[in-house]
């Protein structure tokens, strides 16, 4: 059972995250934040993981550190679901398309967090949330989960269609990665013997 539950709380935020690598696309998002709460049921939908995340932040400063927090908690519960990562494929790519906005997201659950940010936005906000805010939610995510991560928009006029594009191909790279490859089910994929 690839599930797990990881809570975190500080002054600015009280957050909680629940995920099943292997479920069928279950969501239950409740962030205040309306934008990120449609990114993370894109995630769970087109990714097929279950996931709940429920949180309270500072909202009333700004969106920066719930965001952030949230990118975290669930990185963390991602990871831990992931365990030793014995028998995953654990590379993945994807495009995804949103319209006329197109984004590659290639991963390597490595256990080496990098992430490779090239995402630009035409609009400083999408409803509320400053698009600048997009780059911290990844780089929080695959920090606290262990995650290589390199994001690219080839073209997109509309910020609201980039982001999601980006959110998409990250659900379906995610989707490939913790595959579990019947031909080494038993093995970590690494010829270091761990991940």
Not at 88 to 97: F, K, L, T, V
Request: glycine share 8%; hydrophobic share 45%.
């Amino acid at each position: 059972m690839r599930k797990a539950k990881v809570e975190r709380a500080t002054k600015e935020t009280r957050i909680s995250a629940e995920i099943d690598l292997d479920g069928t696309g279950l969501y239950s998002v409740a962030t205040g934040i309306g934008f990120l709460d449609h990114m993370l049921e894109q995630l769970a939908r087109h990714g097929l993981f279950d996931i709940t995340v429920k949180a309270e932040g500072d909202l009333h400063i700004d969106f920066h550190h719930t965001t952030e927090d949230v990118g975290i908690t669930l990185g963390q519960a991602f990871a831990k679901a992931l365990g030793d990562r014995k028998g995953i494929a654990r590379y993945g790519e994807a495009h995804a398309p949103m319209d006329e906005a197109l984004t590659r997201v290639v991963l390597d659950l490595s256990n080496r967090p990098v992430l490779v940010w090239r995402v630009g936005f035409v609009q400083p906000k999408v409803g509320e949330m400053d698009t600048e805010l997009f780059k911290e939610w990844f780089q929080a995510f695959v920090q606290a989960g262990g995650i290589t991560l390199h994001a690219e928009t080839f073209y997109g006029e509309n910020s609201h269609h980039i982001v999601e594009s980006a959110f998409k191909a990250l659900a379906r790279a995610l989707r490939q990665a913790v595959a579990i490859d019947p031909r080494r089910s038993d093995a970590i994929p690494s010829t270091k013997g761990v991940l």
